[in-house]
C-alpha cells in the first residue's frame, strides 16, 4: 500500500490529523486504507451500534423461528460444526448460548482423519438416528445438498449457518443463514462462520433475555482472526471489541491459553490470537481430536479449561514437530525434481492435518500456488494454497469432475479426491494455472511495499503508540510498514537462535534497534559502517523493566539515495529556486511555490520557520515531491507561544481528564448524558478537540459506552484502572510531548538566529 499522495490527498490527512489530534503518519495511514473523515471515529474506536441488525440476513427470521418452536416444543437440536477454529468457535458459541434455555441440545465436529470437512452423509444417519429433530450447521452446510437431503428423508430439519460460498444446487434446509447467497442484501459479504452465529444468537437474544450476544465476542474474535477472512468493517469491529473484552474480562479459556503460552492478557493483540493461541486450537483439529478445544471454550471453571489447555499446548508441539518433518520431506522432492507454475505432489507419508500449514510456507518461500495431498487415508484430502491474485476456488472449479469435493477461500481452500485421479488433477490444475496471468514473485522480501518513506528520525513514540490504534491487523488491514531512505548499520548483528539477527542503526543522529525474524541469511548485508534501506514496522519492545522502540524488520537492501544535499534556496547554485517574499509569507497562511524550475532541481530545502502543521504538510510533500529536504516557516516568537498554546490545549493531560471525567459524572442524569449535554461543556471553555479525545480514553477503559444520541458513564469503575492502560492516552501523551519538543526546538532556533519578522 505505497503512497501516492496528491495536493488534495495531503489536505485531507492534515485535517484528519488535526481533528483527532493523531500524529500526521498515522493520519496517513487511515487515509490510505480507504478511510475518510467520516468514518475515522468508528474506525478507531467502534461500538455495538456500529454493526448491521441481523435482520438484514437471509432466512434469519424461519431461522429463528423454528429454533423457538423446537425449544418450545422440547426438540433434541443439533449444533454441526466444522474442525478448524472458526468452526469450533461457532460451535462453541451457538452451544452455550443455547444450552442456557434449553438442556436438549447436542453437538458434533467431525473428525478430520475419518469424516472429512463439511457435512457427511454417515454422520447425518447417526444423529438422526439419536433422535435429533433439528440441526443447525455451523461455518459449513452450503454445499451439502445430497447430505441435507437425507436429513429431510430421515425427518430432521436442518438451518445452515454458514459463510462460504453457494454451489449451482441450493440445498433443500429449512432456512440457509449465508450473508453470500445470490439473493442476500446483507452489507457486509465477509463475516467469518463464528461472525454469521453471532448475528444468530443476536437475534434470538431479542426473545430470550437469558442470552447475552455480545458476552461472546471474545469468541466472534478468535474465529474470525482465525479464517483469515478480511479484517474491514463489521469484521474489525467485531474483533477489536472481541479482543477488548478478552483484556479487561479474561473467560477461564482465555486465562488458561494465555498462561500455557505465555502472553500477557492486558498486552493481547491480534498477532497473539493469529500466531499463538488459534495454532494451539487448531492443534487438536489437526491431529484429530477437535473436541479438546471445543470442550476448553465452553468450559465455565478454570481447572478443566487449564486441563484442556495443556492438552492442547501437547497437540501443538506434536503438530509443530510433524509440519517440521513433512516441510523438510517437500523440499527435498522440489530440490530433487524441480516444478513449473505451480508446485502439486502427493505423498502417503504426510499427515493430511498440516498440510494446508506447509502449503502456506512453501507459498511464502517460492511464490507460486501450492497443491499438497495426503494419500494416507482413501479418499485423499488436498490443500490449496496461494498468494494475491490467484484463485484456488476457481482452480478446483475447473478440475471439479474428478474431485469428490471441495470448499474454502480464494487463497485458502481443500478437497478429497480419489487416487487414481490425482494425475489427471495435476494436469488440470497446471492448465488453469498456466490460463492465469497473475504476478510470480518467489522472493517474499521482494512482494513488500512500504505504506511510507520515511527518516529514521520519524520513528518516535508518538507515532509507535498510533499504530496501535490501527489494530487488529489483518487480511485488507496489514500492518503498517515503513522503509527508512538511509541509514547505517553500527555494530555486527547478534545473531539469536541461529536464525534472527538484532542490530542497531543510525543516521548519525537518532538510533534504533532492529529485529530481524529469520534473517539470518543476510547477515552478509548487515555489517558495520553500511549503508542500507531497511523496510520493517515499529513496535514497543518490553525488556525487563524497560520500554523501547524496535523496528520489526520486513527487507534490507541498499540505501536509496547516496548522501543528499542540502542546498538552500537563495543560493547562486543551479539547482535552487527563488523563494517567496516574507511578504507573502505574513499575508497568506500558506504558501505555494509553483515554479516550473523545480522540476529541474536536484534537491531542495525551502529555508522559513513553521507551525506544527506546515512542518506536517512537509513531510507529507516529501512524498509528493521527493526533492524536499526540508522546511522551515518564520514566526516571531511571540507568535510561536500562542501557537503553541492553541494547539496543546487540544490534548487533555492526566489532570484535565479527571476533572472532565468527574464533570460528567456530575451531569449525567441516570448515568446517561445527552450529546446536549456534552455541546453545554464548550460553554464552559472546555475545547471540542479536548472533548473528542477524552471521550475516546473513556469509551476505550470502559468508562463509558455510546448509547443511542448520547453516552452511558459507568460511575463505579473497578479502582484498578488506570490511564496508561489506553492506547488513546499513551498516543495522545507521547504526541504531546513531541509537540512541545518541536515547538522548544523552535522557540531556541528564533533566539539563536535572532530573526525576527
Known sequence: MPSNLDIDAIKKIINISEEFCLPPRIAQLIYQRGVRMKDVRVFLAPGIENLHPPSLLPDIDIAIERIKYAIDKGEKILIFGDF???????????????????????????????????????????????????????????????????????????????????????????????????????????????????????????????IDADSY??????????????????????????????????????????????IDPKRLTSWHLAYSIVPR?????????????????????????????????????????????????????INKDGFKDAIVLASPKWHSGVIGIVATRLVEKFGVP?????TEIPPAR???????????????????????RFGGHKEASGFLIDEENIPHFKELFLEYVRSKDYEKTPDKEHRIAPDITCDLEEIDRSLTEGINLLEPFGVNNPEPVFQLRCVKVLARPEVIKNYHLRFQVTDGKHFLSAYYHNGVSKLSQIYPGREISIIGTPYIRQWRDLDYIELLVKAVGAPLTDKRLNIKIGTQRADSVKAPSIKIVREKEKVAITHDEIDDCEHLTIDYYITPRGYHEMMLWREYNGKINGLNVCLTEEELVKEEGAILRQIPRRAELV?????????????????????????????????????????????????????????????DIKLDDSVFFRLFSAERERLEKFFKHLRAKIRRDGRKI
Not at 442484501?185 to 437475534?203: E, F, H, N, Q
Request: with cysteine; glycine share 8%; net charge negative.
Open 659 to 719: 476533572r472532565l471525567y468527574r464533570r460528567m459524572v456530575s451531569i449525567a442524569e441516570d448515568d446517561f448524558i445527552g450529546f446536549d449535554q456534552i455541546k453545554n461543556l464548550l460553554i464552559e471553555g472546555i475545547n471540542r478537540r479536548e472533548i473528542r479525545c477524552a471521550i475516546m480514553i473513556f469509551n476505550e477503559l470502559g468508562l463509558l459506552v455510546r448509547e443511542g444520541d448520547g453516552l452511558r458513564v459507568n460511575k463505579n469503575p473497578p479502582p
Open 370 to 374: 501450492v497443491v499438497l495431498i495426503s
Open 281 to 333: 486450537i487448531n492443534s487438536a483439529g489437526r491431529l484429530g481430536d477437535a473436541d479438546i478445544s471445543l470442550d476448553m471454550l465452553i468450559a465455565r471453571d478454570k481447572s478443566k479449561s487449564i486441563e484442556r489447555a495443556t492438552e492442547l499446548e501437547k497437540k501443538n508441539r506434536e503438530r509443530k514437530r510433524i509440519c517440521d518433518v513433512v516441510y523438510k520431506e517437500v523440499i527435498e522432492v
Open 84 to 210: 478448524d477454529a472458526d468452526g469450533i468457535t461457532s460451535t462453541a458459541l451457538l452451544y452455550d448460548a443455547l444450552t442456557l434455555i434449553s438442556d436438549r441440545v447436542g453437538k458434533h465436529i467431525p473428525s478430520r482423519l475419518n469424516e472429512g470437512y463439511d457435512l457427511g452423509k454417515d454422520a447425518v444417519v447417526e444423529k438422526a438416528n439419536e433422535g435429533y429433530n433439528l440441526m443447525i450447521t455451523t461455518d459449513c452446510g452450503s454445499k451439502a445438498v445430497d447430505s441435507i437431503d437425507t436429513a429431510n428423508e430421515l425427518g430432521m430439519d436442518v438451518i445452515v449457518s454458514d459463510h462460504h460460498l453457494m454451489g449451482d444446487e441450493i440445498p433443500k434446509a429449512i432456512a440457509i443463514v449465508n450473508p453470500v447467497r445470490d439473493d442476500s442484501s446483507y452489507p457486509y459479504k465477509y463475516l467469518a462462520g463464528v461472525g454469521v452465529v453471532y448475528k444468530l444468537v443476536k437475534a434470538l437474544s431479542e426473545t430470550y433475555s437469558q
Open 382 to 404: 488436498g490443500s490449496v494454497r496461494s498468494d494475491k491474485g490467484f484463485d484456488t476456488i476457481e482452480a478446483l472449479e475447473h478440475a471439479s469432475d474428478v474431485l469428490i
Open 217 to 262: 465476542l471474545d469468541l466472534v474474535a478468535l474465529g474470525t482472526i482465525a479464517d483469515v477472512v478480511p479484517l474491514t468493517g463489521e469484521n474489525r469491529i467485531l474483533v477489536k471489541l472481541g479482543i477488548d473484552m478478552m483484556k479487561k474480562q479474561p473467560k477461564p479459556w482465555m486465562d488458561a491459553l494465555c498462561q500455557t503460552s505465555g
